[in-house]
């Protein structure tokens, strides 16, 4: 406040807005960036699809501004916390975060959220693009989940200020949630996603020179089925596995499976100049979408005369793995990260065919990114990273060979 001038009317009321909100802060990030893609019109993970006659452009791929009140008590203890953060891009402003978070301070052990937050699933999910050493979350964080955030209310055991190991390390949440995400702009059926995460903290074991931080994630969901027709993956005479529908009994109102389990490890190896730390998070499980997408739904599915069309159950996998390694100094980083999603797990390659009922929903991507970060300062840093990505080949129109749709992506990004 020394730098403010008191003797202006506009100088006193900045003093008193300091004094009165001591615990307000803002924080964001811009992050500009321009990308090139092997063909026209490439569909991608690495922000948007390119137009259909564009293979490279410039682009904000998020730009964040975040306010954050903080109350005490008298003794210092925090009491509530509120967030609101807004993102805006040449494609217009949305909201992306709005929680309140209160805190018990008898135990100094639990607190609950509610609001629209982070969902507490998977780690990457939950890792600030701020943070990020890759351009985008992989294709499995994204298809399962579109948006990180969705509407809800959690409650987090984190116990403060205790000395044991076990007190320190651990934290667990558990929530409900509307489960169609930020993608939606209402829940369109009766069904919640129950999430949990349990993680440990970063731990250092000091025989072996590294830390180690881990953690399991569980989501218990379901889409309202409002067709009489449900399709899923089921043995066939002819094909080997075929997608089949079945409307016997009558579906409506039936609750299709959405169920992934995760888990994650993060190991690294302190070192001033040639720090490395390794990622890594597998999930499974049965997720219910449409015909042609295994993204989860933000609206119900409606054909052109306004028919509800059937929900389409799939088993999954995927997994994604990342390798940092910074060189001869912590303002240089080699970023190497392998990830996976197979849509349908029943099936692979030539088996997958139209004539089976399979679509693109059902085709397997793997990516290799390989990429380097140089962090100019805390505010600054540049990303220079490329995305070599991988279908396989099936018998599905569009999928009978390997897509031209690796990416380059050069950004640089400022926060504050």
Known sequence: MQMIDTTTDMGRKLVGICQNFGPLRFTGYVQPQFQWAESKGAKTFEGIDFAPNSNNRFMMRENRLKAEYYYTNKANQLVSYMGFQLEATERGVAIRDMHLRLFENKWRMFSINAG?????????????????????????????????????????????GYKTWFMNHIKADVGVFNGEGLTATTDFDSYKDIIGRVAIKPSRIEPLHMEIAAGTSVLYGALGSQSPWVYSTTADVVHGYAIKGDSTPNHVNEARPRHYYGADVQIRFPSKKWATEIRG??????????????????????????IYQPLYTRPFNGAYFYFLQNIASSKHQL??????????????????????????ADVRFQTLGIGYVYYANPHVKYMVYYDIVK??????????????????TCRIQYRF
């Open 116 to 160: 629209m937050f982070n969902r507490p699933f998977s780690y990457e999910l939950n890792l600030s693009s701020a943070d990020r050493e890759s351009p985008d979350r992989a294709r499995m964080s994204q298809t399962l989940m579109r948006t990180e955030r969705d509407i809800g209310a959690s409650i987090t055991f984190e116990p403060r």
């Open 335 to 360: 970023v190497v990260k392998y990830d996976w999603f197979d849509p349908n797990s029943r099936v692979a390659g030539m088996q997958v065919s139209s004539a089976a009922g399979f679509s693109a």
């Open 281 to 306: 998070e597998c999930i499974i499980g049965t997720q219910t979408a449409v015909a042609t997408s295994s993204e989860t739904p933000g609206t119900y599915p409606i054909n052109a005369t306004g």
């Open 391 to 408: 279908n396989e080949s099936t018998n599905v129109t569009g999928y009978t060979g390997d897509l031209k749709d690796n990416i380059l």
